[in-house]
């Protein structure tokens, strides 16, 4: 089992950054690829970016690129999601999630990943 805890959302201006942490519990994300998703009212959860853990391999979704970094630290078993230039179009609840498979086709699909965290409010104001 994986246990996952989002933190360091929160309210920012259109332009300002947050940096998301995604901390890993009960066992180490070894070979699993991590990814963050976002889900705004009314919408679909969708895939922002994903990190493949043993070689940090990325993956972003366009609306995430060049504007957001997601990046790992193995020792402190944690997932970041950098975002910079936020936009109002960025207010949604960002989660992270695990998937077991790892790497490769489905990535960006919610319905691959294993485990998943309880979610964290970002709300960006124009």
Known sequence: QVQLVESGGGLV??????????????????????????????KERDIVAAIKWNDGSTFYADSAKGRFTISRD???NTVYLQMNSLKPE?????????????????????????????????????
């Open 74 to 76: 193995n020792a402190k």
């Open 90 to 126: 960025d207010t949604a609840v960002y989660y992270c999630a695990a998937r077991i498979a790892g790497w490769g086709p489905g990535i960006g699909d919610v319905h691959e990943y294993n485990y998943w965290g309880q979610g964290t409010q970002v709300t960006v104001s124009s």
């Open 13 to 42: 201006q259109a332009g300002g950054s947050l940096r998301l942490s995604c901390a890993a519990s009960g066992r180490t994300f070894s070979s699993y690829a991590v990814g963050w998703f976002r889900q705004a009212p009314g």
